[in-house]
């Protein structure tokens, strides 16, 4: 049976002084994700494209591949964000939270789709992107008399994650129709903290290991 079997195991095991692929005893050339799973570095070892847990049977809650590529873990896999009526749900609470803090009139209706990385990477500067805010502005008589806004952000990831997304992109919305004209670092800066302020609101582990590796870029 294949790593990316759907079967899960029958009950949690214990892995501690246990490689979390093969369940041998831990010994020679090791790895250790973030999570404190081991593994032997022999193995062929793959990552959650989220979480970074090293992907297994009994260290990752099973493991699964998206169809463009990315490996998730039956945790991430649990939440993960795959149809509009979860993308809206998403993005309410996300509105919510952003006027909760003070940003307020950002558009109720922005067309949130969600994207293959190829779809993203095609609109983006950045070679590996979760999200894109695409605005376009509407004049007459060469004056600005209008702004609309499609967000794109890759299907798949779990919640949390989806949410952090999502407010980055809003704060992009927001300095554009606000006319908001700062640096290009400084625009980004104040999407990463919205993005940040999700996930200090979650309370979730997994939003504490996002974050931090936000912290770290």
Not at 9 to 19: H, R, S
Not at 75 to 91: F, I, L, M, W
């Amino acid at each position: 049976m294949g790593l990316f079997s759907r079967k899960k195991p029958t009950a949690k095991p214990t892995l501690q002084n246990q490689c979390c692929i093969c369940r041998e005893p831990l010994q020679g050339a090791l790895i250790q994700d973030a999570w404190k799973n081991h593994a032997h570095r022999s193995h062929d070892i793959f990552f959650c494209s989220s979480c970074d847990r090293i992907l297994s049977r009994y260290g990752s809650n099973g493991a699964f591949q998206y169809s463009d590529g990315r490996k998730i873990c039956g945790y991430c896999k649990k939440s993960a964000v795959v149809d509009g009526v979860t993308a809206n749900q998403s993005r309410r609470k996300v509105l919510a939270l952003l006027e909760s803090v003070g940003f307020q009139d950002i558009p109720k209706n922005i067309k949130i789709v969600l994207a293959h990385p190829q779809t993203l990477a095609g609109h983006s500067r950045k070679a590996n992107t979760s999200g894109l805010t695409l605005s376009h502005f509407h004049f007459s008589d060469y004056k600005r008399v209008g702004i609309t806004h499609q967000i794109g952000i890759l299907f798949g990831l779990p919640q949390v994650e989806f949410e952090a997304v999502m407010a980055h992109e809003l704060l992009h919305v927001w300095q554009h129709n606000h006319d908001v004209k700062f640096s290009p670092l400084y625009a980004e800066g104040l999407c990463e903290l919205a993005g940040s302020w999700v996930y200090s609101q979650d309370g979730s582990e997994l939003a504490a290991h996002l974050l931090q590796k936000m912290q770290n870029n």
